[in-house]
């Protein structure tokens, strides 16, 4: 069979929550921002919007906001010397759409990790944020909603990928590894009848 290469790296995608401090060029970020534009789109309104910050001062504020790795809290924060290189906000432009299908994002922001993976960046896409400090933080007003951010960079962590019927909480090994169970494909699929 031919060598796919967008079939290796939705395997390699793990979120990556630990990176090193090495520069990504803003050229990549820009393509993977062109994926998310290519997505599907419900009756393609396209009301997603993308906000890229990676300025020091900026990157701290957002850091802040951020909540990672809740089954296993504290212990997956990022320390600063391995904090996420840049982030993408997630944003809904409320004049586009006023109900957002939220299929839209999860697309879109799926092309942009898959994209960035392909450069060799790693990323991990974050909901359990604090918007209304975002959203001050950038001065959004009303025109955007935020959904959510992309955490990214280099990554400096390798978790690994386990499958398990029934755990579903990633867990740290004494070396400090994640471990991330995935259901076991003949749990999910099924074939002409349940
Ligand atoms: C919609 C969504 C929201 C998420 N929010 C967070 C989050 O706030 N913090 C975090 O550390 N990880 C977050 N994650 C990452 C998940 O924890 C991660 O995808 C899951 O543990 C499976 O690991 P994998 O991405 O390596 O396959 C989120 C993932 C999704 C899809």
Same mark, same amino acid.
């Given at each position: 069979?031919?060598?796919?290469?967008?079939?290796?790296?939705?395997?390699?995608?793990?979120?990556?929550?630990?990176?090193?401090?090495?520069?990504?060029?803003?050229?990549?970020?820009?393509?993977?921002?062109?994926?998310?534009?290519?997505?599907?789109?419900?009756?393609?309104?396209?009301?997603? @919007?993308?906000?890229?910050?990676?300025?020091?001062?900026?990157?701290?504020?957002?850091?802040?906001?951020?909540?990672?790795?809740?089954?296993?809290?504290?212990?997956?924060?990022?320390?600063?010397?391995?904090?996420?290189?840049?982030?993408?906000?997630?944003?809904?432009?409320? @004049?586009?759409?006023?109900?957002?299908?939220?299929?839209?994002?999860?697309?879109?922001?799926?092309?942009?990790?898959?994209?960035?993976?392909?450069?060799?960046?790693?990323?991990?896409?974050?909901?359990?944020?604090?918007?209304?400090?975002?959203?001050?933080?950038?001065?959004?007003?009303?025109?955007? @909603?935020?959904?959510?951010?992309?955490?990214?960079?280099?990554?400096?962590?390798?978790?690994?990928?386990?499958?398990?019927?029934?755990?579903?909480?990633?867990?740290?090994?004494?070396?400090?590894?994640?471990?991330?169970?995935?259901?076991?494909?003949?749990?999910?699929?099924?074939?002409?009848?349940?």
């Amino acid at each position: 069979m031919a060598d796919n290469k967008t079939h290796k790296i939705i395997l390699k995608r793990r979120s990556i929550r630990f990176f090193k401090q090495k520069e990504v060029p803003l050229k990549i970020i820009k393509k993977a921002l062109n994926c998310a534009r290519l997505a599907p789109s419900a009756a393609n309104l396209q009301f997603l @919007e993308y906000l890229v910050v990676n300025g020091s001062t900026l990157k701290e504020k957002v850091f802040n906001c951020l909540r990672f790795a809740a089954y296993i809290a504290p212990k997956r924060n990022p320390p600063k010397k391995q904090a996420p290189y840049f982030y993408i906000i997630l944003l809904v432009n409320k @004049e586009k759409s006023a109900a957002p299908n939220l299929r839209d994002i999860g697309a879109a922001a799926e092309n942009i990790m898959l994209s960035l993976l392909s450069f060799g960046i790693g990323s991990c896409w974050l909901q359990n944020i604090n918007k209304d400090s975002l959203n001050k933080t950038f001065d959004l007003g009303s025109k955007y @909603e935020i959904d959510s951010v992309i955490a990214a960079g280099f990554p400096d962590e390798a978790p690994k990928l386990e499958t398990d019927s029934r755990n579903i909480k990633y867990w740290l090994d004494g070396k400090n590894r994640l471990h991330v169970p995935k259901r076991p494909l003949n749990d999910i699929w099924h074939y002409n009848k349940i």
